[in-house]
């Protein structure tokens, strides 16, 4: 049996020629509102009196981002909220619930008081955050990824809800004003200046779009992705409109988006789904696209224990696979529901894309 060692690319195949090597020919394991802390007892018990069905889809949270890229996690989540002035949620509800019952809850006030995108998930409920602002999260990432410069590259989501949700919450303010958008590109770029970042205008190249680029000439070596980052805005459609607004293809941009796969700016999707949405997803991911999809949401696989979506999530080629329960990650529920690839695995190469039996270095 031949083996044939590839170090720029860091696999090892079997059996066959080596195939080129991209970014986009892994799939990871990635985690899900990777931020999320556990919500305080004394918000959890209202939320039960009021919405036990809410209270049952919040009941799970994550170790630090350190942590999870430590585990093996190679995509994260990031939910943000626009304040530019400070203060906006400095006094969430939840938080006055449970100091009135002298629960301690480690909420950080003063870095809420500073301008800036603060990243938790809901407004005065699911209100802590494991790391507080924008620039926290990509600075605790950054600073993991050059103390392990040979990784697969790490992909970001970056998810806002950036419309009222008519509950008796903080209303977030709307990403549809260009100030907004390009300061958050400039806090991005803030932490993760050069080439650190994998951007829209490296992956076109001298292609005439974005969507072009991915479906003729491919993303960047797996090798020289190695060791850096990657964004991913997945926003309403006004918002990605407006992102792209005066930068044709992203161009200039500090992230990909989430487009119809018909547009020149089209380059990765979200799918929610792999049960529904398998068969769309490997279309995709067979044409060049990157694909993040779910195991799992809400609890309800946890509680359950039923891992068809991961296995469909898995089968489908999407090149990350998002769960609230990867290896180690804390367990509210005691049903020891945990999401891996096959064998235990947190990488693999792509089942899509790569045919051929390999092994991968994460």
Same mark, same amino acid.
């Given at each position: 049996?031949?083996?044939?060692?590839?170090?720029?690319?860091?696999?090892?195949?079997?059996?066959?020629?080596?195939?080129?090597?991209?970014?986009?020919?892994?799939?990871?394991?990635?985690?899900?509102?990777?931020?999320?802390?556990?919500?305080?007892?004394?918000?959890?018990?209202?939320?039960? #009196?009021?919405? +036990?069905?809410?209270?049952?889809?919040? &009941?799970?949270?994550? $170790?630090?981002?350190?942590?999870? =890229? /430590? !585990?093996?996690?190679?995509?994260?989540?990031?939910?943000?909220?626009?304040?530019?002035?400070?203060?906006?949620?400095?006094?969430?509800?939840?938080?006055?619930?449970?100091?009135?019952?002298?629960?301690?809850?480690?909420?950080?006030?003063?870095?809420?008081?500073?301008?800036?995108?603060?990243?938790?998930?809901?407004?005065?409920?699911?209100?802590?955050?494991?790391?507080?602002?924008?620039?926290?999260?990509?600075?605790?990432?950054?600073?993991?990824?050059?103390?392990?410069?040979?990784?697969?590259?790490?992909?970001?989501?970056?998810?806002? #809800?950036?419309? +009222?949700?008519?509950?008796?919450?903080? &209303?977030?303010?709307? $990403?549809?004003?260009?100030?907004? =958008? /390009? !300061?958050?590109?400039?806090?991005?770029?803030?932490?993760?200046?050069?080439?650190?970042?994998?951007?829209?205008?490296?992956?076109?190249?001298?292609?005439?779009?974005?969507?072009?680029?991915?479906?003729?000439?491919?993303?960047?070596?797996?090798?020289?992705?190695?060791?850096?980052?990657?964004?991913?805005?997945?926003?309403?459609?006004?918002?990605?409109?407006?992102?792209?607004?005066?930068?044709?293809?992203?161009?200039?941009?500090?992230?990909?988006?989430?487009?119809?796969?018909?547009?020149?700016?089209?380059?990765?999707?979200?799918?929610?789904?792999?049960?529904?949405?398998?068969?769309?997803?490997?279309?995709?991911?067979?044409?060049?696209?990157?694909?993040?999809?779910?195991?799992?949401?809400?609890?309800?696989?946890?509680?359950?224990?039923?891992?068809?979506?991961?296995?469909?999530?898995?089968?489908?080629?999407?090149?990350?696979?998002?769960?609230?329960?990867?290896?180690?990650?804390?367990?509210?529920?005691?049903?020891?529901?945990?999401?891996?690839?096959?064998?235990?695995?947190?990488?693999?190469?792509?089942?899509?894309?790569?045919?051929?039996?390999?092994?991968?270095?994460?």
């Amino acid at each position: 049996m031949l083996k044939v060692a590839l170090s720029a690319a860091a696999l090892t195949l079997i059996g066959a020629a080596a195939p080129p090597v991209a970014m986009n020919d892994v799939q990871v394991v990635g985690s899900h509102n990777s931020f999320k802390a556990r919500i305080p007892t004394a918000v959890m018990t209202r939320l039960r #009196a009021v919405e +036990p069905k809410l209270a049952d889809g919040l &009941d799970y949270y994550h $170790l630090p981002l350190s942590q999870q =890229l /430590d !585990a093996g996690v190679r995509q994260v989540e990031l939910d943000i909220f626009a304040d530019p002035i400070g203060g906006r949620y400095a006094d969430p509800k939840g938080e006055q619930w449970a100091r009135a019952l002298g629960e301690a809850t480690g909420f950080d006030r003063a870095a809420m008081l500073r301008p800036g995108f603060k990243i938790f998930h809901i407004p005065d409920v699911d209100y802590l955050s494991t790391c507080v602002t924008l620039v926290r999260c990509l600075t605790e990432i950054d600073r993991w990824s050059r103390a392990h410069p040979d990784h697969l590259p790490i992909m970001i989501t970056i998810n806002a #809800a950036d419309t +009222p949700s008519h509950r008796p919450i903080t &209303d977030p303010l709307p $990403l549809t004003d260009k100030a907004l =958008l /390009d !300061a958050l590109d400039a806090e991005i770029r803030s932490v993760l200046p050069g080439k650190r970042l994998i951007t829209p205008d490296d992956v076109r190249g001298k292609a005439a779009t974005l969507r072009d680029a991915v479906r003729e000439h491919g993303w960047p070596s797996l090798a020289s992705a190695r060791g850096r980052i990657y964004i991913v805005f997945d926003v309403r459609d006004a918002v990605s409109d407006a992102y792209r607004a005066g930068h044709p293809s992203l161009a200039g941009r500090s992230m990909f988006g989430w487009y119809p796969d018909n547009q020149p700016e089209s380059a990765v999707q979200i799918v929610q789904d792999p049960l529904v949405d398998g068969e769309k997803i490997k279309r995709w991911v067979a044409e060049g696209l990157i694909v993040r999809t779910r195991t799992d949401a809400n609890t309800v696989e946890a509680r359950s224990h039923d891992l068809s979506k991961a296995q469909a999530a898995m089968a489908s080629g999407a090149q990350a696979v998002s769960t609230d329960y990867y290896p180690g990650a804390p367990d509210p529920l005691k049903r020891g529901f945990i999401v891996t690839l096959p064998d235990g695995a947190m990488a693999r190469c792509n089942p899509i894309r790569v045919t051929a039996g390999c092994a991968l270095r994460p």
